[in-house]
């Protein structure tokens, strides 16, 4: 049995839709520059693609990691690879009449002489004096020249609204446009501010989350028991306050300065309250653990708001805490697993 090229191994794997857009959105938040371009279509190389499928599956949860290859196959590379396989449809040939079929000094007056003209042509208009004088001038035709609006101009509404008497109606007609034309300036410019207004909310919002995080970890790092619980809200918190000052300059540089008191407007009374309450039950760890569970899902929410409404160098860092909270959970779940294998080792 033949075996299947490396480009057709993955081309008619099933690839559920949920993964393939937590995929999708994963490539577009960690995948790093240098090989963010080959997304873009053409040719990609040997050593491009393997360090595209060794990103995807050294970053990726494992419930997806089994997906990595057929997506890198069948929506980058076998994608970028595919040719049109129909041909775009040739134009009809456009008539055009030849000497031939039109006989010479006919073919203007056929395409392009008004009716009227042709009707002239063949029946003349006879000059038949009415009175019986041979000095009565000729008679005009009943429908007159057809050019006489313009000669005419006693008879025309727009000369008589260029007339002088009418100088303040335009004026009038003026005023108004130039009142519409401040409107529409002032209304394009209230919309640019209410997206930069929203832009700073999002980013306000991500600030008071690390704060939040960063306070929780402060109130209850020494009740923790578990070690490598200890060492990874230590991480976290660093993670935290670093983000959070790059957070803070960002709106900074949107005309915003942060107070304390501003960040405190994201302390929730709940969570001390289910603390202590774990505590009391002897599972404060696995509380805590819990509940940073839940603040960092809110924290990825947010994040995807500030680099859905974000300028390029927001977006950057969006992504950035992206892979850092990602950086967390590989982190996290490598010492899970040293701990289980020492555990059973023993």
Not at 106 to 128: G, H, I, M, S, Y
Not at 257 to 281: F, H, M, R, Y
């Amino acid at each position: 049995m033949v075996a299947k090229p490396d480009s057709l191994r993955y081309r008619g794997t099933y690839i559920p839709a949920s993964a393939q857009k937590s995929i999708a959105q994963h490539v577009e938040r960690t995948m790093p520059r240098h090989l963010r371009k080959y997304q873009q279509g053409g040719y990609i190389p040997k050593h491009a693609e393997k360090a595209m499928s060794q990103h995807l599956q050294k970053t990726l949860p494992d419930r997806l990691k089994k997906h990595a290859d057929p997506y890198l196959q069948q929506n980058v590379m076998w994608a970028n690879n595919a040719k049109p396989s129909v041909e775009p449809a040739k134009a009809s040939p456009v008539y055009r009449p030849t000497a031939s079929s039109v006989s010479p000094g006919t073919f203007d007056k056929q395409f392009f002489a008004p009716d009227n003209q042709q009707a002239n042509e063949q029946q003349p208009v006879l000059n038949t004096p009415v009175s019986g004088t041979d000095n009565q001038q000729p008679s005009q035709p009943q429908g007159g020249n057809e050019y006489d609006f313009i000669m005419n101009s006693s008879n025309s509404g727009a000369s008589s609204f260029l007339a002088p008497q009418n100088t303040k109606m335009r004026l009038a007609i003026f005023g108004v446009g130039i009142i519409l034309l401040i409107i529409l300036v002032l209304m394009f410019f209230s919309f640019l501010n209410s997206g930069g207004n929203k832009q700073k909310e999002n980013l306000l919002e991500v600030a008071k989350t690390q704060q939040e995080i960063v306070r929780l970890i402060d109130a209850n790092g020494q009740f923790i028991s578990n070690g490598g619980l200890k060492d990874k809200t230590q991480t976290l918190r660093v993670v935290m306050l670093t983000a959070q000052q790059e957070f803070t300059a960002a709106l900074t540089a949107r005309g915003k300065e942060v107070s304390p008191k501003e960040l405190a407007a994201g302390t929730n009374p709940q969570n001390d309250t289910l603390l202590e309450t774990a505590k009391a039950e002897a599972r404060a760890d696995e509380a805590l653990d819990e509940l940073l569970t839940t603040l960092l899902n809110q924290y990825s929410v947010q994040l995807q708001a500030v680099f859905d409404g974000g300028n390029q160098s927001e977006k950057d860092l969006a992504t950035e805490a992206f892979g850092q909270i990602d950086l967390l959970y590989n982190l996290s779940k490598s010492n899970a697993s040293d701990a289980e294998e020492s555990s059973t080792s023993q």
